[in-house]
């Protein structure tokens, strides 16, 4: 009887090892299998998150380049800006005859003579970032980087043009004044036109207004005027010069103005205008006398038909 007891209670004992075994195996294959989806559902997670911030990274950086194109164009045209000028008053005085454009033309040159002999007197240099033909950050960041292989770049970073630091390295190669000085130039002689003739011309003022303001951020941005200070000083002097040369040439501007309205007049084509009868500056004579004597010649005509 022991032994049967024993042999029962140790095929009961096989059983219940054998049961344990077995619910722990499902337990650890259930486990297990709950493991590897919540890794696959991570694992998912973590490629949507990753597909996510791919996309708002590149549309992020789309926007920056396309803004940073944009501002390297804005910088691109100011820095061209003072040629522009030349070459807008030089067509336009030879295309369209312009006698305006030409004094304009005139203003740039001896604007130019007088920044020379400034620009002699000072010891004004060249600053590379202001030059028009070179791209609008790529001479910046070179020179940047050269100097702070040498050693020469301050604590602030604000040397970053490669040339010599001081108060008058503000001009371009082959330019005699700051861009903000000519800008200034032109946009004060037209002022001082619309001053004397006591009528704001809303276009042309804020176009030129614009165009100023543009001027004065892409310089300071381009580290071509750093100091706010001598934009100011440049831009006085440009808008003293100016409007005492549009004072000095005004009876020939004007004139010249005048011309060019009584011939746009002239050239409408109207049969009551005499053009060749002007006098007095815009004082254009009608005089109609010949069409009237015409007229009346051929009522007389038929009057005496219808006698007849």
């Known amino acids: 009887m022991s032994n049967n007891q024993t042999q029962s209670k140790q095929i009961a004992e096989k059983q219940s090892r054998q049961i344990a075994e077995k619910q722990s195996r499902q337990m650890a294959e259930k486990q297990s299998r709950q493991l590897t989806e919540k890794q696959t559902d991570k694992s998912k997670k973590d490629k949507n998150n990753d597909a996510d911030n791919n996309n708002n990274s590149k549309l992020n950086g789309n926007s920056v380049s396309f803004m940073t194109d944009f501002l390297n164009v804005i910088n691109s045209i100011i820095k061209f800006l003072p040629l522009g000028f030349y070459f807008f008053t030089y067509f336009s005085a030879t295309i369209y005859k312009d006698l305006k454009s030409v004094f304009l033309l005139i203003g740039l040159i001896i604007n130019d ?129 100016g409007s005492v040369y549009y004072f000095i040439i005004k009876k020939y501007y004007l004139e010249a103005e005048k011309g060019k309205l009584e011939k746009e007049t002239c050239d409408l084509g109207y049969n009551n205008y005499r053009c060749d009868e002007i006098k007095n500056g815009t004082v254009i004579i009608k005089d109609n006398s010949s069409k009237k004597d015409n007229n009346n010649n051929n009522d007389d005509d038929e009057q005496e038909d219808d006698d007849f």
């Open 113 to 241: 003579i007088i920044g020379y002999l400034w620009k002699k007197y000072t010891n004004g240099t060249v600053n590379s970032n202001c030059n028009m033909f070179s791209s609008a950050f790529g001479d910046s960041a070179n020179n940047s980087g050269n100097n702070n292989a040498n050693g020469n770049g301050n604590a602030n970073g604000n040397n970053n043009s490669g040339d010599v630091e001081n108060d008058n390295n503000i001009y371009g190669q082959f330019m005699q004044n700051p861009h903000t000085e000519i800008v200034s130039f032109v946009a004060s002689f037209f002022g001082a036109d619309m001053f004397y003739k006591e009528k704001l011309d809303i276009l042309p003022f804020t176009f030129l207004s614009i165009t100023l303001f543009l001027t004065v951020w892409s310089m300071m941005n381009i580290n071509c005027e750093r100091k706010f200070g001598k934009i100011i000083t440049n831009i006085v002097f440009g808008a003293i010069r």
